[in-house]
């Protein structure tokens, strides 16, 4: 029952640390960025941090949500790679995954992209976080939206879920909330 847009909207764009309000959108999608969205900005610095260089790469990010898949595709643009932005519901998805030299998984589906789509050496970020079950504890387990058990195998390099992209995503909100300070 809560309009979305209408929420958005009435924050004020210089104090969007979350960098989703439309004027804040529209400056990432013109390759100005005031705040950039704290999970998409967290991969790129991660990436940055070990050295991955996107110039000429072929990056796949399957997940096309505001929040993630839709800017962190501009960002990576905007860094010179070759970016497919694909879905759920993309024919052959196993094909287009399989052209990734870095694969961003941000589908919101538990353990959808299996390890033998995975191009050998590729860089794989699981921005995916999926409760499927339960552990000896009693507590949600949770999962990537790559299989890591399998992805592990074949990747350079993969973050874990948890503990991967997360962690990323509230270190960029303290740093935008620093800023608009």
């Given at each position: 029952h809560i309009d979305e847009s209408k929420v958005l909207e009435a924050i004020s764009p210089a104090k969007d640390a979350d960098g989703f309000h439309p004027y804040n959108v529209g400056r990432l999608v013109t390759g100005n960025p005031l705040y950039q969205p704290c999970t998409p900005y967290g991969v790129m610095k991660m990436l940055e941090h070990t050295g991955v260089d996107l110039t000429g790469k072929e990056v796949v990010v399957v997940g096309r949500s505001n929040i993630v898949g839709k800017p962190v595709a501009l960002m990576c643009l905007a860094q010179h790679a070759t970016?497919?932005?694909?879905?759920?519901?993309?024919?052959d998805l196993p094909a287009k995954v399989?052209?990734?030299?870095?694969?961003?998984?941000?589908?919101?589906?538990?353990?959808?992209?299996?390890?033998?789509?995975?191009?050998?050496?590729?860089?794989?970020?699981?921005?995916?976080?999926?409760?499927?079950?339960?552990?000896?504890?009693?507590?949600?387990?949770?999962?990537?939206?790559?299989?890591?058990?399998?992805?592990?195998?074949?990747?350079?390099?993969?973050?874990?879920v948890p503990g991967g992209v997360g962690p990323m995503t509230i270190t960029m909100l303290m740093v935008n909330t620093v800023k608009a300070a």
């Open positions: 970016v497919t932005l694909c879905h759920s519901r993309t024919r399989g052209q990734a030299d870095v694969l961003i998984a941000a589908v919101g589906r538990a353990e959808m992209i299996k390890g033998d789509w995975i191009k050998p050496g590729a860089v794989v970020i699981d921005v995916g976080v999926n409760r499927i079950g339960t552990t000896d504890s009693g507590k949600a387990k949770l999962a990537g939206d790559v299989d890591y058990a399998e992805a592990v195998e074949v990747a350079s390099a993969i973050t874990p």
